[in-house]
């Protein structure tokens, strides 16, 4: 039961827009929502994370939209740059149960 | 400060035979994590460790096996290879109430 979906699979983005990636869960009680960011041939890496007592975070060009109500969170990434080429996923877990559920990720282009 | 390594980070087996892949962390985390990723299915825990000691079952364990064997080491063991195995295997570590630091991965065929 796949309880993190992600959209869309891929994506593509002129440089200097803004990429939006999508996320929607069903356990309610998951409470802290990451992003990883993977570049090919390595380990994803943590970008930024929220959790549901702020409906936003904010961390350079890159923003975490959260809507509870929805059980939805995005990732905006503004001015996008071809260094922000790579595949990101989103995930979900519960306080102090450190396990991740993942979505099943996004692969981002941008063109110049 | 090396962070999560891990060993190797290629390797082919044939049906049927057995390896085992390492782990390490130098983050002085309590957690670790196995995870196997495939295309189009992102990441699925395989087996994690809360603390040295304890293992649980993730998502998809059937045909491997764990040992944490201290608190920076934590392998992962296929006993008898399977073509469905074919996948990047990737260690994760965090420390409490934050996220998961991973390791570089193993790329693993198996024929």
């Known amino acids: 039961q796949q309880q993190v979906k992600q959209s869309p699979q891929s994506l593509i983005v002129q440089k200097g827009g803004i990429s939006i990636i999508n996320c929607a869960y069903e356990?309610?009680?998951?409470?802290?929502f990451p992003w990883y960011q993977q570049f090919p041939g390595k380990g994803p890496a943590l970008l930024i994370a929220?959790?549901?007592?702020?409906s936003e975070k904010k961390e350079g060009r890159f923003t975490i939209s959260f809507n509870k109500s929805a059980k939805q969170f995005s990732l905006h990434i503004m001015d996008s740059q071809p260094g922000d080429s790579a595949t990101y996923f989103c995930?979900?877990?519960?306080?102090?149960?450190?396990?991740?559920?993942f979505g099943t990720g996004t692969r981002l282009t941008i063109i110049p | 400060n090396a962070g999560v390594t891990q060993t190797p980070k290629f390797q082919v087996l044939k049906t049927g035979q057995s390896m085992t892949l390492q782990c390490a962390q130098d983050?002085?985390?309590?957690?670790m994590y196995w995870y196997r990723q495939d295309p189009g299915m992102g990441l699925r825990l395989i087996y994690y460790?809360?603390?040295?000691?304890?293992?649980d079952k993730g998502e998809v364990p059937n045909g491997y096996n764990v040992s944490r064997l201290n608190k920076r080491e934590f392998s992962l063991r296929l006993e008898s290879a399977a073509p469905s195995q074919t996948s990047v295997y990737f260690c994760?570590?965090?420390?409490?109430?934050?996220?998961?630091?991973f390791g570089p991965g193993t790329r693993l065929t198996v024929l």
């Open positions: 995930a979900a877990g519960s306080f102090g149960n450190e396990k991740l559920t």
């Open positions: 983050m002085n985390h309590n957690s």
């Open positions: 929220i959790r549901p007592d702020v």
């Open positions: 460790s809360a603390s040295e000691g304890t293992t």
């Open positions: 994760a570590s965090s420390p409490r109430d934050t996220g998961q630091f």
């Open positions: 356990n309610t009680a998951f409470d802290y």
